[in-house]
Structures are given as C-alpha cells and as structure tokens.
C-alpha cells in the first residue's frame, strides 16, 4: 500500500531538478566520448531508465561497443562483453558449476550475465538455444545454477548487436525474441565532418579519461521517478489505439501499404510505449507526458515488431515507411 501511493506520489521542483541535473551529466559524457550517434545515446538512457534491453543493428564499427562502454562508466557500473559465437553455449553466459578439488564439492560460478550493463556482440551468431536462454535471463531477471537462483542486479540492461548485411552462418532471432527488446536502433555512418572529429578524438587518446559522472543509486533513483511521471488516461489511449491500429491496418491505412503488414505489434509494444514516454517527459524536464513523447521513439519501439512481407523487401518498402503511416493514421489527444 505504502508503494502504490509513492507511485501516485507527484513529482516535486527539487526531485524534477535532481533528475534532470543527473541526466544533463550523462548527456555531456556521452557527447564528450561519441561522436555522431545522438539517437544511440538516447535510446540507451532511456533504456537505463526503464531498466530495459536495446537491440542494436548496423554494420561493424559504429561505436555500439564504445557507446555501451562510456554509458557504464558514466554511472560507474559493472559491464560484461559477451563475444557471440556458433560453439557458444548457455553455460559460457549464465555459469555453470565448478568442481573444487580443495573441498571435495561443486560450486557455482555465475557467468558474465552477472554485471549492470551487458553487451552481446553479434548474438544472431550464437545458436537458438543460447539466445533462449540470454533472453530467458533478460525476462526473468534471474538466473539458475544447480538448482539455485540468484537474481540479477537491480539495474540490469542488455545491449545485443546483429550485422544485418552477413547472413552466413547466422540464426535469426524469433519474432517473440524480438519482442523482448524494449528498442531496436538501427545506425548509419557518420558524416564526413562526424568522422573527422572520430579521428581528432581518437588521436588525443579520450577514450583513457574515464570518470564518472553520476552512480548506480542515480539510476535508481531515476528508474523510480520514471515510474511516478503522470501519464494521463487519454495519452494511454492513445498509445493502445496505435497499436491496435498496427494489428488493422487494412482498416487505418492506405491499402497500397496496408499489404505489406504480415503481423502488427503485441502489447509489450504498447507497455514500451508508456515506459518510454515516460522516460522521454522526464529527460524533457516534465513530470507528466505529452503526445509527442510517445511518438518520440516510435521507430525504435515498432520497428522490431512490426513483421512485413516479402513484398516489402521486393518493392524496397521501409518499415518506418508503415510506423508514420499508422502513427500518423491515428488521432491524436
């Protein structure tokens, strides 16, 4: 009872600044550190928030490692990489149990799951049963060695990357994998001016000042006030007729596009929609929402679970193509 009436608690001028000071310091670390990839900062901050998980997709090189890097240390959190191969299993990112020949006894050792922020680099490579299980950890928050559970940390992020050009000797992941994924970013390169200041960066070595600018109690503090940010009963409307109107299209768009939907969002869109409006009103320096903070990360929230058909891909037809013309096909509050 105590906690539902935090919740429903208003945000205060002294809590709203607190929070937003908090959030300026990582937005000017990040800047300081990458260069060209804005969208990508954002996306994770607000994935930080809200505790949830960002699938990354680009080419190599693009900085989704390095960006994932100076977001932890911003906050001075625990970070595992996680290499994904076809050999890898299970057991090489949940743990397994180890035999101690000092004490006649098998102990668990967690595996590199067990961190804050979690990047799992290339994880189409790996094979559908250790994507199930990394997803299962990822949902369930927890994990179990021996029969025993250990719970993962409070504030646990995962950061999955997928090279969208090679397709050899890769498994796709599910469109219920999918779904777990709070945010799906797809980057581009840089510009020519972006690429230069890379280089200037690169040079004088910025990588190596490393210091942290706020703490995990921070983000937690954060993920608390997102929680309390009001969002008024027409704004959820909103987002569910959205979603709806993903699932009909036949009935809200054009019919020339409408045919290329094979598969609209689930409702775990539309729970991404209201946590990340929420993150989004408050980075903005509002303690309640406004329609365009659900449209804000749109893209990010439907392109992964919005399935098209193969006539999209023949007639070169985007998926962000279909989000404006569903977004745009309802009305807004």
Known sequence: MQENTELNREISNEELQKAVGIINRLFSYYNSKVVGQPGLGYSLLVAMMTNGHVLLESVPGLAKTTAARVMTEAVNGSFSRIQCTPDLIPSDIIGTQMY????????????????????LDEINRSSAKTQSAMLEAMQEREVSIGGKTYKLPEVFVVIATQNPI???????????QLDRFLLKETLTYPNPADEIEILNRVES???T?????????????????????????????????IVQASRNTDKFMDPKLAQ???????????????????????????????PDDVKALRYSVLRHRIMLTFAAVADDIKVEQIIDAIVGAVKTP
């Open 166 to 176: 090679e397709s050899e000797g890769t498994y796709v992941l599910s469109e219920a």
């Open 260 to 290: 290329y939907v094979a598969m609209g969002a689930s409702t775990r869109a539309a729970i991404a929609f209201m946590e990340t409006a929420k993150a989004v009103a408050l980075i903005n320096g509002r303690r309640y929402c406004v």
């Open 205 to 207: 070595d910025v990588f």
């Open 209 to 241: 000042n490393i210091s942290a600018v706020a703490s995990m109690e921070d983000v937690l503090y954060l993920q608390k006030l997102c929680r309390r940010v009001y969002i008024d009963p027409a704004i959820k409307k909103y987002i569910v007729d």
């Open 100 to 119: 101690n020949m000092a004490t006649n006894t098998f102990e668990d050792k967690i595996g590199p799951v067990y961190s804050n922020f979690v990047l």
